[in-house]
């Protein structure tokens, strides 16, 4: 038989305030017999008492907690916001990560397989969270977003990263390579492109793939063969792309050729291996450039 406990998450909190609050109205409301102070109230204590209600739960004993005997291969304090599990707001977690699965402390278990998007974003303007999105078990599609605060390291932004790098080590069996520019690590998109260029070179792999975060319409490939390296990218439009990418100023290497392309999606050049940073920066005019991106545009690459 299942042993339950009992948590009391954030919206419990929230809503023990606002019936405190609703007390002076109701004590208005009944000393002074007057209407718009027991409205005032009403207004205050209904909200509070479902938020009470909703803040209060019974989970089995255990849960977000890794099966006995099961290999904890990473853990880590984070602040889970949430929409989907728990309350929503922050709320100090801890994230222990298995072979198979996500435990957030006192929270469902997340199998890897039902990932379905793993990526790092920013709140505001310089505030990075890792946001995953996964299936339940009934299919139906929920997020959660990891925030790590400067609270436990004075970097806050490597400490995202790594999260998001186990994550995806881990649901990839340790054959995803990825990286994201804006990052202390890679501050811009050609040090995403000279990194994973070279750990692709190095490492082999099926492709290296560039994205656009906001639009996973704009994107970038590259395959490299013995002797030669196409380039494959989106192409959003109709005009023959060996005039177009002339008229806009695009440097290929030397001796590349559009081999096919079909307007509104791909085009593919190819020609002889070149230096890595002749690639990126030819990567980069086709984001800027024939993409439409802006100068400060972020991409997340990976080696598939």
């Known amino acids: 038989m299942n042993q339950f406990r009992t948590i009391r998450t954030r919206s419990f909190w929230w809503g023990v305030g606002l019936l405190a609050f609703s007390g002076l109205p109701w004590f208005l409301a009944l000393a002074r017999t007057d209407l718009l102070f027991l409205a005032l109230a009403a207004i205050f204590t209904g909200p509070g008492i479902w938020l009470v209600r909703r803040g209060i739960k019974r989970v089995v004993a255990g849960e977000g907690v890794?099966?006995?005997?099961?290999?904890?291969?990473?853990?880590?304090?984070?602040?889970?916001?949430?929409?989907?599990?728990?309350?929503?707001?922050?709320?100090?977690r801890w994230l222990r990560l298995t072979p198979q699965s996500i435990f957030i402390e006192e929270e469902p278990e997340i199998p890897l397989a039902s990932i379905k998007s793993c990526?790092?974003?920013?709140w505001g303007d310089e505030?990075?969270?890792?946001?995953?999105?996964?299936?339940?078990?009934?299919?139906?599609?929920?997020r959660v977003k990891l925030f790590?605060?400067?609270?436990?390291?004075?970097?806050?932004?490597?400490?995202?990263?790594?999260?998001?790098?186990?994550?995806?080590?881990?649901?990839?069996?340790?054959?995803?390579?990825?990286?994201?520019?804006?990052?202390?690590?890679?501050?811009?998109?050609?040090?995403?492109?000279?990194?994973?260029l070279s750990k692709y070179e190095a490492e082999g792999g099926e492709r290296v793939t560039f994205q656009h975060q906001q639009d996973e319409k704009i994107w970038v490939q590259a395959l490299f063969s013995d002797e030669e390296t196409s380039i494959i990218f989106s192409y959003p439009n109709d005009?023959?792309?060996?005039?177009?990418?002339?008229?806009?100023?695009?440097?290929?290497p030397s001796g590349y050729v559009l081999l096919e392309w079909e307007g509104q999606?791909?085009?593919?050049?190819?020609?002889?291996?070149c230096s890595?940073?002749?690639?990126a920066q030819t990567i980069d005019e086709l984001f800027t450039k024939l993409l439409g991106t802006s100068r400060n545009y972020v991409v997340d690459g990976w080696i598939e």
Do not use: C
Not at 119 to 122: H, S
Not at 172 to 189: D, H, I, L, N, W
Not at 276 to 279: F, M, R
């Open 119 to 122: 990526e790092i974003k920013t």
């Open 66 to 92: 890794p099966p006995a005997g099961e290999q904890v291969i990473y853990e880590r304090k984070v602040v889970l916001h949430s929409w989907t599990l728990g309350s929503w707001g922050p709320g100090t």
């Open 148 to 196: 790590i605060p400067a609270l436990f390291s004075s970097e806050t932004g490597p400490q995202v990263e790594e999260v998001y790098d186990r994550i995806m080590r881990a649901r990839g069996g340790g054959k995803v390579e990825r990286a994201k520019s804006s990052t202390s690590r890679y501050p811009t998109p050609k040090d995403v492109y000279l990194y994973l």
């Open 265 to 273: 999606l791909y085009a593919i050049f190819a020609g002889p291996k």
């Open 127 to 142: 505030v990075p969270y890792v946001n995953l999105q996964f299936a339940d078990s009934l299919g139906k599609t929920k």
């Open 239 to 252: 005009e023959d792309p060996n005039q177009l990418i002339s008229k806009l100023g695009i440097t290929f």
């Open 276 to 279: 890595h940073s002749e690639l």
